[in-house]
């Protein structure tokens, strides 16, 4: 990814004490060096590096992608305890995370098939962010409008819009409205290290 992450500030910096060493610990149980996972990752040894020790925020983008890599969840990277299979995930046990200027809420338990999350984009922030990757993606505009690139085709979904769509086609998501939009988003969690990619910013016409 060419374009690097925020450094943290002081608000983040007990999130990333403990996302940091969880970066370390998952690539070392999936058998990879830093080499390695930068590599599957379309990261810099150095930037990843950074991310595992908390020097650099990482994006949820990244996130993503790395928890596809280490074949695990975006909570598990974050050090997050919600209780495995668990059916009914309680509102007012959702915690908000923030990663990259997005903020984002469970919206189901780990250790399933495919992850769901609750997330405000803002408006300005990872929409030059083109993705990657082997499965699917659905998601619902709760608030808000998105702007939505599926390889050259641009989208402007309204609140009450969905898009359902194979994740191999390159995809990027932006917030249309300077309120920001808010997004159900479900995504399938297919480990395929080799063809997991962030393909950084797209230059040319803006969705």
């Given amino acids: 990814m060419s374009a690097s992450d925020p450094p943290p500030s002081a608000e983040t910096g007990a999130a990333l004490s403990t996302v940091a060493p969880q ?14 996972a930068a590599r599957a990752a379309d990261l810099s040894p150095a930037h990843l590096s950074r ?20 074949g695990t969840t975006v909570s598990e990277l974050l050090g997050e ?17 923030r990663a990259g200027g997005w903020t984002y809420w469970q919206a189901g338990a780990p250790g399933r098939g495919m992850q769901a999350l609750r997330v405000h984009v803002p408006h300005g922030t ?12 659905w998601l619902h505009v709760l608030r808000g409008r998105l ?11 309204d609140t009450g ?5 194979d994740s191999l086609t390159p995809h990027r998501l932006a917030a249309a409205d300077p309120s920001g939009c808010e997004l159900l988003f479900v995504h ?13 910013p797209l230059t040319g016409e803006t969705p």
Wanted: charged share 20%; net charge neutral; aromatic share 2%.
């Fill in 23 to 36: 970066l370390r610990a998952l690539r070392h149980h999936a058998g990879l060096t830093l080499e390695s």
């Fill in 51 to 70: 991310l595992e020790t908390g020097h650099r925020q990482p994006s949820l983008p990244v996130l993503l992608t790395l928890a596809r890599v280490y």
């Fill in 81 to 97: 305890t919600t209780a495995a299979r668990d059916a009914v995930v309680r509102a007012d046990r959702a915690e908000p995370t």
């Fill in 126 to 137: 990872q929409g030059d962010i083109v993705r990657v990757h082997p499965g699917e993606e």
């Fill in 147 to 157: 702007r939505l690139r599926l390889g050259d085709t641009a989208h402007l979904l």
């Fill in 161 to 165: 819009d969905s898009a359902h769509f």
């Fill in 188 to 200: 399938t969690l297919l480990q395929s290290p080799s063809t997991a990619l962030c393909l950084g």
